[in-house]
């Protein structure tokens, strides 16, 4: 069909910037979709954990019980369950060094918490930055290779004594290919971008929730003069004191 568009024929056909401008856009399009679907993954992953932790820690189980449950996993424990890990560890330690002020073991276990809070969420936040750059640039270095190749036309109409649409075409045509290469590539990493901040925003918000909610169970704890090896109560429990 003499009115279709044939895009591999106009990139080999185009200038040498417009096509180096056009392999950055695949790379940047090709890291971006990995990214994509790597962060899906993690943040899944991430989502299952938190819930399948939160519905164990407040079925009433022991602390003890499930610490030990949570550090004898293979591998270093993440997520709520790192978080859990890291401050429960902490209150034990600074209650079998006999310190008697509430105040201090509480804040030391809450400063574990944020410590291993704040890593996890950093891992959670890797490589949305990237996505954030490719959304920002890619459009703007598509439109220098449309820019580049939109010169180099025109300047090939200096040598013509006759310029018409036929001859003009072909070359804006070129060009306008990096263009279109730089939506493609810069439409899904901004949506994957603002996406996945969102829910990391999400995943930010239920970490901070736990900790105060943990806080107080182990607050009570020590007001009550319970052994370190407490047992949670339920949520409504916790909520209802």
């Known amino acids: 069909m003499n009115g279709s568009i044939n895009i591999l024929d106009l990139v080999i056909h185009a200038s040498l910037p417009v096509k180096l401008v056009l392999l950055i856009l695949v790379i940047f399009s090709f890291t971006s979709w990995v990214i994509i679907f790597r962060k899906k993954a993690l943040l899944d992953a ?34 709520l369950a790192g978080v859990f890990e890291s401050g429960f560890r902490e209150f034990v330690r600074q209650r079998q060094r006999g310190s008697e002020d509430r105040r201090a073991v509480l804040e030391a276990s809450e400063r574990a918490m944020r410590v291993s809070a704040t890593r996890e969420l950093e891992k959670l936040e890797r490589n949305l930055e990237y996505l954030a750059n490719v959304g920002s640039i890619s459009t703007y270095v598509g439109l220098f290779g449309t820019v580049w190749g939109i010169m180099v036309a025109f300047q090939g109409l200096g040598s013509l004594k006759q310029a018409t649409i036929a001859t003009v075409a072909p070359g804006i045509s070129e060009a306008l290919v990096a263009t ?31 900790q105060e909610e943990f806080s107080s169970v182990l607050q009570r704890q020590m007001h009550a003069e319970e052994p370190v090896t ?6 409504a429990e916790a909520r209802a004191r």
Request: no cysteine; charged share 25%.
């Open 180 to 210: 279109a290469m730089g939506l493609f590539a810069a439409i899904p990493a901004v949506w994957a971008y603002n996406r996945y901040s969102t829910r990391l925003d999400r995943m930010t918000l239920r970490y901070e929730t736990f």
């Open 230 to 235: 407490p047992t949670t109560p339920s949520r």
């Open 46 to 79: 991430a989502t299952r954990d938190a819930d399948d932790f939160e519905e164990r820690f407040w079925s009433g189980v022991d602390l003890a019980a499930l610490f030990r449950e949570v550090s004898n996993r293979a591998g270093e424990a993440g997520g």
